[in-house]
């Protein structure tokens, strides 16, 4: 079945840099794009970017444009997202998630993986 | 502030109908088809709808999606205990040039 894993969570420092990866199984890594989206405690769902595993080319949230790279690993079937300059407001639940494309609307998310806890604290 | 809105809260007794609606705009919602989402929170978000009323596989019938103007609107009939959950409505944005989120709805069953 299709999959996606995350790796585990993380705790980093004010000013430091977060890698996550997210590992995709049971489909050809290279026919999907990559989602990356964030839940903050208590708060909805944020949209970062996303990449195309076929070329890697990315696509950014204007708000991360300048802190987070997304890049891919076609041999392990394996999709990473680094944000950089980390603040206690990067403190959330980051989730990757397979986008189906939709030409006639809005593409959507599926599935999710199961989300990596990222706590920015001193 | 979510670029779509929707109301934080919804709640009903079991057997009963509830509505959640999701407002937006002529640049993603009037523009764009509408997804909506469940989450559990503490395990991964799941589709519940796509292209404003498709049910994935495995998605009860007591579920329906609909879409209007720059509005949507997810409907349980039926309610049950396990369908308590946080929902969120997303769609494509044309001026921000990204996926926008609702704010979410915390679904209680009395």
């Known amino acids: 079945q299709v999959q996606l894993v995350q790796s585990g969570a993380e705790v980093k420092k004010p000013g430091a840099s977060v890698k996550v990866s997210c590992k995709a199984s049971?489909?050809?890594?290279?026919?999907?794009?990559i989602n990356w989206v964030r839940q903050a405690p208590g708060q909805g769902f944020e949209w970062m970017g996303r990449?195309?595993?076929?070329?890697?080319?990315?696509t950014y949230a204007q708000k991360f444009r300048d802190r987070v790279t997304m890049t891919r690993d076609a041999s392990t079937s394996t999709v990473y997202m680094e944000l950089d300059s980390l603040t206690s407001d990067d403190t959330a639940v980051y989730y990757c998630?397979?986008?189906?494309?939709?030409?006639?609307?809005?593409?959507?998310?599926?599935?999710w993986g199961q989300g990596t806890l990222v706590t920015v604290s001193s | 502030q979510s670029v779509l809105t929707q109301p934080p809260s919804a709640s009903g007794t079991p057997g009963q109908r509830v509505t959640i609606s999701c407002s937006g705009s002529?640049?993603?919602?009037?523009?764009?088809?509408v997804n909506w989402y469940q989450h559990v929170p503490g395990t991964a978000p799941k589709l519940l709808f796509y292209?404003?009323?498709q049910r994935p596989s495995g998605v009860p019938d007591r579920f329906s999606g609909s879409k209007s103007g720059t509005s949507a609107s997810l409907a349980i009939s039926g309610l049950q205990s396990e369908d308590e959950a946080d929902y969120y409505c997303?769609?494509?944005?044309?001026?921000?040039?990204?996926?926008?989120f609702g704010g979410g709805t915390k679904l209680t069953v009395l």
């Open positions: 998630a397979r986008d189906i494309p939709n030409y006639y609307g809005s593409n959507w998310f599926d599935p």
């Open positions: 049971g489909y050809t890594f290279t026919s999907y794009q």
């Open positions: 990449i195309n595993p076929s070329g890697a080319s990315t």
């Open positions: 002529s640049s993603n919602i009037g523009s764009y088809t």
């Open positions: 292209s404003n009323d």
């Open positions: 997303a769609t494509w944005d044309d001026s921000l040039n990204g996926q926008v």
